[in-house]
C-alpha cells in the first residue's frame, strides 16, 4: 500500500503565502512524476503544477510566477510554494504521484492524497 499525505493549507488573506507538503510513504519501489491539482467548488478538477524526477517542472498559466512545485526524493516529498495568494486560488488542493510498487515494479499507478483546503480571503 501507498499513502500520500498533504498538510499545509488554511486561510489567508489576498496576497498571502502558504507552503503544501505531500509526503508519500509504503511499499515504494520508485517515484516518477509528482504534482498538485485543485478542485474548487463546481468546477472540474484541473492541474496546479507539476515535477518530474529530474526535477522538470510544468505550472498552470493561472500560477506561473506565483506558484513553485519542488521535491526531496530523498523525503519521497513534493512541495507547493504559493505566493501572492489570490481569491480565485480557493480550492481543495491534492497530491498526485506516479509511483511503482515493490510488489508491482512494472507497473506504474497513480496515487492521490486525501486534499487539503486553502481558502484565500479577507
Known amino acids: 500500500q501507498v499513502q500520500l499525505v498533504e498538510s499545509g493549507g488554511g486561510l489567508v488573506q489576498p496576497g498571502g503565502s502558504l507552503r503544501l507538503s505531500c509526503a508519500a510513504s509504503?511499499?515504494?519501489?520508485?517515484?516518477?512524476?509528482m504534482g498538485w491539482y485543485r478542485q474548487a467548488p463546481g468546477k472540474q478538477r484541473e492541474l496546479v503544477a507539476t515535477?518530474?524526477?529530474?526535477?522538470?517542472?510544468n505550472y498552470a498559466d493561472s500560477v506561473k510566477g506565483r506558484f513553485t512545485i519542488s521535491r526531496d526524493n530523498a523525503k519521497n516529498t513534493v512541495y507547493l510554494q504559493m505566493n501572492s495568494l489570490k481569491p480565485e486560488d480557493t480550492a481543495v488542493y491534492y497530491c498526485?504521484?506516479?509511483?511503482?510498487?515493490?510488489?508491482?515494479?512494472?507497473?506504474?499507478?497513480?496515487?492521490w492524497g486525501q486534499g487539503t483546503q486553502v481558502t484565500v480571503s479577507s
Open positions: 498526485n504521484a506516479v509511483i511503482t510498487t515493490v510488489q508491482v515494479m512494472s507497473l506504474k499507478l497513480d496515487y
Open positions: 509504503g511499499s515504494i519501489f520508485s517515484i516518477y512524476a
Open positions: 515535477i518530474t524526477s529530474s526535477g522538470s517542472t
